[in-house]
Structure formats: structure tokens, C-alpha cells
């Protein structure tokens, strides 16, 4: 009888594909060589699985962020918090324009685009919705393809906020 009463909802979401960081527009390719570079002053001892972030204020500002691992794994911290904490503690009122992610690994070559982790998109999804615009985001692995979407909502498109609390 339940199936009866049940309404079926769908979620779409679309991405555009690169197929290399040399697609990107001038904008993003500079901001994703930020993030790699970020990427390489990870501290990943543990995980070897370092990570790269870097945000594109409205401003003109760039933040980046990297993974920080400690020996009471996993209390380690990712790449995108450590980052979007910065740019709120460093500029609160700033709007972010674009997120931008890169990860590699020590034991493989990451060929495809590595997203963010739940706990990241949560917290991605907060600052999303505190803004009241969308922040697009690119992610690749170490070489290969980049994803883009337009905004953290298409990650996370059924998101926790402040109005349950």
C-alpha cells in the first residue's frame, strides 16, 4: 500500500568533461597548476594519497589548501577544508567563484578525477549555501580527465543545512 502513496522524484546532474588540465579556460588552468602545486607540500605520510585544493575569490584572491595527516590517522584534516577554513578565517565575507582539485597517489597514477569526500562536500555544501551562489568546481586525478560542475549543490544535491538545526 505504500508503493500506492509514493512519489518518485528525479535528481539530475550534468557535468562537462576535459579531457586534460590544457582544455581548461585560462582561469581554471592557472588555478588547477595552484592546486597542484599545493598538492605537493601535502603532508600524507600515512594514506601516501596527497591532495591539492585552491579557491578563486570573487576578489581575485586565490586560497589553497593540502591534506595534513598526523600519526592518530584519520584524524588528519583534507585538502578542501583545510582550505575553504582558510578562507573563511582569512576573508569571512568573501564569495567563492571557483574550487579547484587535484590528487595523486605514491602508489599508482591517478588517471581519473578524484572527487571530494563526503565529509568535504558537507562542508563545501555549507558555504555553497551561506554565499547564496554557486561555486564551480573542477577535479582530476594526477593527468588525465577534469570534471567540472557547476556548483557544489550538483555533488551533494540533497545537503544537511542549518534549517534542520
Same mark, same amino acid.
Given at each position: 500500500?505504500?508503493?500506492?502513496?509514493?512519489?518518485?522524484?528525479?535528481?539530475?546532474?550534468?557535468?562537462?568533461?576535459?579531457?586534460?588540465?590544457?582544455?581548461?579556460?585560462?582561469?581554471?588552468?592557472?588555478?588547477?597548476?595552484?592546486?597542484?602545486?599545493?598538492?605537493?607540500?601535502?603532508?600524507? $605520510?600515512?594514506?601516501?594519497?596527497?591532495?591539492?585544493?585552491?579557491?578563486?575569490?570573487?576578489?581575485?584572491?586565490?586560497?589553497?589548501?593540502?591534506?595534513?595527516?598526523?600519526?592518530?590517522?584519520?584524524?588528519?584534516?583534507?585538502?578542501?577544508?583545510?582550505?575553504?577554513?582558510?578562507?573563511?578565517?582569512?576573508?569571512?565575507?568573501?564569495?567563492?567563484?571557483?574550487?579547484?582539485?587535484?590528487?595523486?597517489?605514491?602508489?599508482?597514477?591517478?588517471?581519473?578525477?578524484?572527487?571530494?569526500?563526503?565529509?568535504?562536500?558537507?562542508?563545501?555544501?555549507?558555504?555553497?549555501?551561506?554565499?547564496?551562489?554557486?561555486?564551480?568546481?573542477?577535479?582530476?586525478?594526477?593527468?588525465?580527465?577534469?570534471?567540472?560542475?557547476?556548483?557544489?549543490?550538483?555533488?551533494? $544535491?540533497?545537503?544537511?543545512?542549518?534549517?534542520?538545526?
Amino acid at each position: 500500500m505504500d508503493q500506492l502513496l509514493m512519489k518518485k522524484v528525479e535528481i539530475t546532474t550534468s557535468i562537462s568533461v576535459y579531457d586534460s588540465i590544457d582544455e581548461l579556460p585560462k582561469e581554471v588552468f592557472t588555478l588547477m597548476n595552484k592546486a597542484i602545486e599545493a598538492k605537493k607540500k601535502a603532508y600524507a $605520510p600515512y594514506s601516501k594519497f596527497s591532495v591539492g585544493a585552491a579557491f578563486y575569490l570573487e576578489s581575485g584572491e586565490i586560497i589553497t589548501g593540502n591534506n595534513q595527516e598526523n600519526a592518530a590517522y584519520p584524524s588528519g584534516m583534507c585538502a578542501e577544508r583545510v582550505a575553504i577554513w582558510k578562507v573563511s578565517s582569512e576573508y569571512p565575507e568573501a564569495k567563492i567563484k571557483i574550487l579547484a582539485i587535484t590528487a595523486s597517489s605514491s602508489s599508482q597514477v591517478l588517471k581519473e578525477p578524484v572527487a571530494p569526500c563526503g565529509a568535504c562536500r558537507q562542508t563545501l555544501s555549507e558555504y555553497e549555501l551561506k554565499q547564496n551562489s554557486n561555486v564551480e568546481v573542477y577535479f582530476m586525478g594526477e593527468e588525465g580527465k577534469v570534471i567540472k560542475t557547476n556548483s557544489i549543490s550538483d555533488l551533494l $544535491p540533497i545537503a544537511f543545512d542549518k534549517s534542520f538545526l
